[in-house]
């Protein structure tokens, strides 16, 4: 239907919707039955099959599968249907790791999916994008992202970007009456909104006359489908580092094969061995684990509130060298909380912050009732009275729907005991002359039940203060004199001077037979008093500035708030060190780029600032080598938030525009949260550090031993079977149970690591290479040690050699949680690395003594005490290098 050409009255019709009340629930049960939920139709996902089977497509896995046939048809019939029983494992293991970490991305693009304001039943409620119906009446505002086609009904200054669709980036002026148009194209419909596009200015209403696919974004669904996932920088690097790993592997594989020829071992005992040893050898499993460990990370941080919309944000956070916040809601409550009353003389000071409504009022110290002051209930009275704002309980959290000021203002009444309620049945509001910019106040008739009128009028203190002609002093009514006015220039100023927001309440009778026009009712009054109010810090924000500044992180606090009650504020969170900066945005707009750079090192506070002044706060920060974390809320921080190192936007505050723009949501609008994130950021790396030294070193000590044993012209201390179980369980189950490690107690006491630092920094190449190597070497000794005794008995050695190598990588496995020595970490705060190494032992003890198993896998029982030398020499390699470095401490 063609909607833009239609009055307004008949499309209301057409989609059955009462314009008053919305739809009502049965309506929308109906609307979700006969249309389906509002979203874009997904690309098939790849079938649990076909993921399945995408596990053995690996190149080595195949030429693996190859031997096995060969080995069948060679009559090996044990070896063929062990080593496809390991294969099959290998492919299940993979599988799940593949299938959870899609499932994670799946949970975060539903926490992620944006809200829209939607009338139902006669109330404004929030809901998901994908539950509106077609029929359903939606507003929107300057930040908001449209979520369905809409037909206008109503628009205030209205301007959409609509380039998603038309590629015309210029905001698009809207409007609700009917177009007559010829062939118009979409970037010509003015009376309609669609889906995706985005509000940069003024607000509306539309009725929505398209959703899903049936919107004119579903018609380039497609082609969204069609965008492929980033790889992070380390999933990159490892990419490169998998390449050369495998090129050294193949080359040493290749050497043991040769060697073993030369040897006298058969071609085809050591061509399987060789094809073993490769895909043992090879980290193939690696881009999967780190995929895993960051899809887990992931969901540990949205137990913490932060929600991650693109992966790489996860690797960089640990890099972050600067917080760029802003002050409102992050850092502060974000719920405005009147904290001290002046009136006629008096001063008093109201307990309680946010929108619990018990709290104190004290004079001098000493408790008061409000009800005994006159001034200060009149005060109270008369702030609840100019007043549209409402306290609202939403699930189990109270919210004020209305403005800040207003809600701050209702609070502190409801303190004094005053209720909507009671004060419905004592006054009566007779006409409202809402507040506007220009004016800068709001004032109300009201009517009390005694019949007596009189104006209410609330607003900025100096516009207040030179329309009264009367002031409020000791419950009487004086002439406005020169003291009296210097008296409230001084109040103002002491509560300006600790950062509180002042509003000035005034009122005057007027006869209930005269109608007064806005001018007339906003002059001559009698100034009641003032009531100041803050934006209080959280309270935990306090120790996360402290712990992020032990972290090598510093803390920018950028607002637009003025600049008294930004420094405030910084001081109250210990923000400001010693000699640290707070400029405004009008000496910012002095400094050239370069000036800049030196001058923001030093400057922890930026207060009046403009959407441009973020943007080159954050450059001038990238340009001195930072890695900048940048928070906002609305459309002015989208760029910032867009060029800075990772973007974090508010979850509740923050509009849909600041969202897109972000990498990382915070659930809970707080500052804590993204000290939490970079705690996790770091922990994930360094756990994905650890299992790759730990999945190297005991790859390199699978290859060592059999190269050692070749050149020394011995037979095989491990079999192709064994080598597959030991890359199979040995290897995999701990490295997995490492990426959920608990981070090491210093994490966030260390300096924040350079983004290009490479996988083997911090001397992580050199333990991969001694580790492997004793491994390796310890082996290879116990082999030889029982081999020589009995050379006969060559399946009892090599049964040895094979408990050792497992031991040692299990022992080794708790090497790897630490940077320093073994003896750092306590082994019980990972419980699934003990389960990971205790399920190992046991199917290693299963395939050594559980007779079925001996056959397959060529071992023998081993005698009791021949586990001293296996767990000796399994030790030997940890705490030799463990004992060496505390030898080196001491």
Not at 774 to 781: C, P, Q, R
Not at 814 to 841: M, T
Not at 851 to 856: A, D, G, K, S, T
Request: one cysteine or more; hydrophobic letters at 45%; proline letters at 4%.
């Amino acid at each position: 239907m063609k909607w833009h050409e239609m009055e307004i009255q008949d499309v209301a019709e057409s989609v059955s919707t009462d314009r008053e009340s919305g739809l009502s629930g049965n309506e929308v049960e109906a609307r979700y039955a006969k249309f389906g939920y509002n979203e874009l139709q997904e690309a098939e996902k790849t079938s649990a099959l076909l993921l399945f089977l995408g596990q053995f497509k690996d190149f080595m896995v195949l030429v693996l599968l190859g031997a096995t046939v060969i080995s069948a048809f060679l009559g090996e019939y044990i070896d063929a249907v062990a080593i496809v029983a390991i294969v099959l494992m290998n492919g299940i293991l993979g599988f799940f790791q593949e299938r959870r970490a899609e499932k994670s991305l799946e949970a975060l693009k539903q926490l992620s999916a944006p809200q829209v304001s939607c009338l139902r039943e006669g109330d404004w409620v929030r809901i998901p994008s994908r539950e509106v119906v077609p029929g359903d009446i939606i507003k929107f505002t300057a930040g908001d992202r449209i979520g369905a086609d809409l037909r206008l009904l109503s628009v205030k200054s209205l301007e959409i970007e609509e380039s998603a669709l038309t590629g015309e980036s210029i905001p698009v002026q809207k409007s609700s009456e009917a177009l007559k148009l010829k062939d118009p194209g979409l970037g010509d419909l003015s009376n309609m909104a669609f889906m995706g596009t985005l509000v940069t200015r003024g607000s509306g209403i539309g009725l929505t006359v398209g959703t899903g696919m049936k919107t004119a974004m579903g018609q380039i669904a497609d082609l969204l489908q069609s965008a492929e996932s980033m790889d992070t920088p380390l999933q990159k690097r490892l990419e490169q580092l998998g390449k050369i790993l495998i090129v050294t592997a193949l080359f040493l594989t290749a050497l043991v094969v040769g060697a073993g020829v030369l040897q006298g071992h058969s071609l085809y005992a050591m061509f399987l061995a060789g094809v073993s040893l490769a895909v043992a050898a090879i980290p193939e499993g690696l881009p999967a684990i780190v995929t895993v460990a960051l899809s887990l990370g992931v969901q540990r941080m949205i137990k913490q509130k932060s929600i991650v919309r693109k992966l790489p944000a996860v690797e960089t956070l640990g890099c972050a060298s600067v917080i760029c916040s802003d002050k409102t809601g992050t850092m502060t409550q974000n719920k405005m909380t009147v904290t001290d009353i002046w009136s006629g003389g008096k001063h008093w000071k109201v307990s309680g912050t946010g929108f619990e409504t018990s709290g104190a009022f004290t004079f001098k110290d000493r408790t008061i009732s409000p009800k005994e002051e006159k001034a200060l209930h009149q005060i109270l009275t008369f702030g609840m009275l100019c007043n549209t704002a409402e306290l609202k309980d939403e699930e189990n959290e109270s919210r004020i729907d209305g403005d800040p000021t207003e809600g701050a203002m209702l609070i502190a009444g409801m303190k004094a005991g005053l209720t909507r309620p009671s004060l419905r049945n004592s006054f009566k509001i007779i006409e409202e002359f809402p507040f506007d910019s220009a004016r800068k106040m709001m004032s109300v008739i009201a009517e009390d039940s005694a019949g007596n009128r009189f104006v209410v009028t609330k607003g900025a203190p100096d516009v207040l203060l030179g329309l009264s002609g009367q002031v409020l002093w000791e419950d009487r009514q004086e002439y406005m004199s020169t003291k009296y006015a210097q008296r409230i220039k001084e109040s103002i100023e002491s509560m300006a001077s600790k950062a509180l927001r002042t509003i000035a309440v005034a009122y005057k009778p007027v006869n209930p037979g005269r109608e007064l026009n806005q001018e007339e009712a906003e002059k001559d009054l009698v100034f009641v008093g003032l009531q100041g109010m803050i934006d209080p810090p959280r309270p935990e924000v306090k120790q996360a500035i402290k712990e992020c500044r032990a972290a090598g992180i510093k803390t920018v606090m950028i607002t637009g708030d003025h600049v008294i009650t930004a420094r405030a504020i910084a001081n109250q969170l210990d923000l400001l060190p010693p000699g640290g900066k707070v400029m405004e945005g009008s000496a910012l707009n002095k400094l050239s780029e370069e000036e800049l750079e030196k001058t923001a090192e030093n400057v922890y506070v930026f207060a009046r600032v403009s959407p441009e002044h973020k943007l080159k706060i954050v450059k001038a920060l990238q340009n001195r080598g930072h890695i900048v974390a940048m928070t906002g809320d609305g459309v002015n921080d989208a760029p910032a938030i867009k060029a800075a190192d990772i973007g974090i936007s508010m979850g509740i505050t923050g509009t849909d525009v600041a969202k897109e723009a972000s990498s990382l949501i915070l659930a809970d609008d707080n500052f804590a949260t993204i000290k939490s994130a970079i705690r996790e950021g770091r922990n994930i790396y360094e756990n994905i550090r650890k299992f790759i030294r730990y999945l190297l070193a005991s790859n390199v000590g699978e290859i060592l031993v059999m190269l050692f044993a070749m050149l020394l012209a011995l037979p095989l201390p491990l079999v192709p079977i064994q080598i597959l179980w030991v890359n199979l369980v040995t290897d995999g189950l701990p490295a997995m149970a490492l990426g959920l490690d608990q981070p090491e107690g210093n994490l966030m006491s260390r300096k924040p690591r350079h983004p290009k630092e490479g996988v083997f920094s911090r001397g992580l190449g050199w333990k991969v290479l001694s580790r492997g190597f004793l491994i390796g070497a310890a082996t290879l000794a116990a082999f030889m040690f029982i081999y020589y005794k009995d050379p006969e008995n060559l399946a009892y050695a090599q049964t040895i050699a094979f408990a050792t190598l497992v031991m040692a990588q299990l022992i080794h496995v708790f090497d790897c949680r630490s940077e320093k020595s073994i003896f750092d970490r306590n082994p019980f705060e990972n419980l699934y690395l003990l389960g990971a190494v205790a399920s190992s032992i046991l199917l290693m003890l299963a395939v050594i003594y559980y007779p079925p198993l001996q056959p397959i896998f060529k071992t023998v029982a081993i005698e009791p005490r021949d586990w001293i030398l296996v767990m000796g020499m399994a030790a030997l390699p940890t705490f030799l290098l463990a004992g060496s470095l505390l030898t080196r401490k001491s």
